[in-house]
């Protein structure tokens, strides 16, 4: 078929390889416009654009579709079908009903739980014990289209917002190939989302990012790894005799521990701390300016009080 394909990240890159590797006729990739980066703060290309180039795809990068050449450009791709995996811009329905067979979307989440921006990192911060990915049927409303094809994922405590992109973003490739296999044939057919259990995915925010000791151990590890590997949950702890930012990117429960919230757990040689109920023991950090480092090697090079409590 000849697919239009709109995707930005790194999540959406195995999708369009895939799509080429399965002999579908990838007739234009539109994805972010080139950002700055770097210490240089040059233009670089998201990785869509890498790889769609690297096929010899034509590439667009409008910065909207407000213009009207940009949707006429898009019709005329004549394109059976278009695939948009986390783009990044809403699509107004000039675009959503230009290819023949409409847009499919690939949503890292089992609609209609978790519509919306971070899908992935919301489902572990919630504490969610499953997701997945879903192809569906794009219309103007947020993420609510009807669903095609799906597939479930459990989520293990010790899974990181990171671990669980790189798991989805590979069962989402092979299922949105499928898809459009079924769609090719006639066989492909969609089911309206229900109505109950709706929430939404809100995008992180930098106030939310701190983690508060007078949480329950098992909801501070899920703030965690929901934030891990960026933006980062992160707390202020005394290194050297100043307050130093440390980011914490693993941790796992310690059920017998108890203590003040924020207090490190005495006599331990572990980075172990209360927290409301139970205790946290951290597994990998990083120090403002530093790389990631697992506890013990941050404990061999930097001081930390056997009784410090941490606000």
């Given at each position: 078929m000849r697919v239009v394909f709109m995707g930005t990240p790194d999540f959406a890159v195995p999708t369009l390889v895939e799509i080429i590797g399965h002999?579908?006729?990838?007739?234009?990739?539109?994805?972010?416009?080139?950002?700055?980066?770097?210490?240089?703060?040059?233009?670089?290309?998201?990785?869509?654009?890498?790889?769609?180039?690297?096929?010899?795809?034509?590439?667009?990068?409008?910065?909207?579709?407000?213009?009207?050449?940009?949707?006429?450009?898009?019709?005329?791709?004549d394109a059976d079908v278009a695939v948009v995996v986390a783009y990044g811009l809403l699509l107004p329905n000039a675009v959503l009903d230009a290819p023949r067979l409409g847009c499919l979307n690939l949503h890292a989440s089992l609609l209609p739980r978790w519509r919306g921006a971070a899908p992935i990192n919301r489902a572990i911060m919630a504490g969610d014990q499953e997701t997945g990915v879903m192809v569906m049927r794009m219309e103007e409303g947020l993420d609510t289209g009807p669903v095609g094809l799906a597939e479930r994922v459990a989520i293990d405590p010790s899974m990181t917002a990171g671990d669980l992109h790189d798991r989805l973003m590979t069962i989402g490739a092979?299922?949105?190939?499928?898809?459009?296999?079924?769609?090719?044939?006639?066989?492909?057919?969609?089911?309206?989302?229900?109505?109950?259990?709706?929430?939404?995915?809100?995008?992180?925010?930098?106030?939310?990012?701190?983690?508060?000791?007078?949480?329950?151990?098992?909801?501070?590890?899920?703030?965690?790894?929901?934030?891990?590997?960026?933006?980062?949950?992160?707390?202020?702890?005394?290194?050297?005799?100043?307050?130093?930012?440390?980011?914490?990117?693993?941790?796992?429960?310690?059920?017998?521990?108890?203590?003040?919230?924020?207090?490190r757990i005495e006599g331990s040689d572990e980075l172990v701390f209360a927290c409301a109920n139970g205790a946290l023991r951290l597994l990998s950090v990083q120090r403002s300016g530093k790389g990631v480092m697992n506890a013990d090697e941050f404990l061999r090079g930097n001081q930390i009080a056997s009784d410090i409590v941490l606000a």
């Open positions: 002999g579908h006729e990838v007739v234009a990739c539109y994805t972010q416009p080139p950002r700055k980066a770097g210490r240089g703060m040059e233009l670089k290309p998201s990785p869509v654009q890498e790889t769609a180039e690297s096929f010899g795809v034509p590439v667009f990068t409008p910065a909207n579709f407000k213009a009207e050449e940009d949707r006429i450009s898009f019709q005329e791709h092979s299922l949105v190939v499928r898809a459009l296999g079924g769609m090719e044939r006639g066989a492909l057919r969609f089911e309206p989302q229900v109505d109950e259990g709706v929430t939404y995915a809100a995008k992180i925010r930098k106030d939310e990012t701190r983690i508060d000791w007078n949480r329950s151990a098992s909801e501070i590890r899920n703030h965690i790894h929901g934030l891990s590997p960026f933006p980062g949950a992160w707390m202020e702890m005394p290194i050297g005799g100043t307050m130093q930012r440390v980011k914490v990117l693993r941790a796992e429960v310690v059920e017998e521990a108890n203590g003040t919230p924020g207090q």
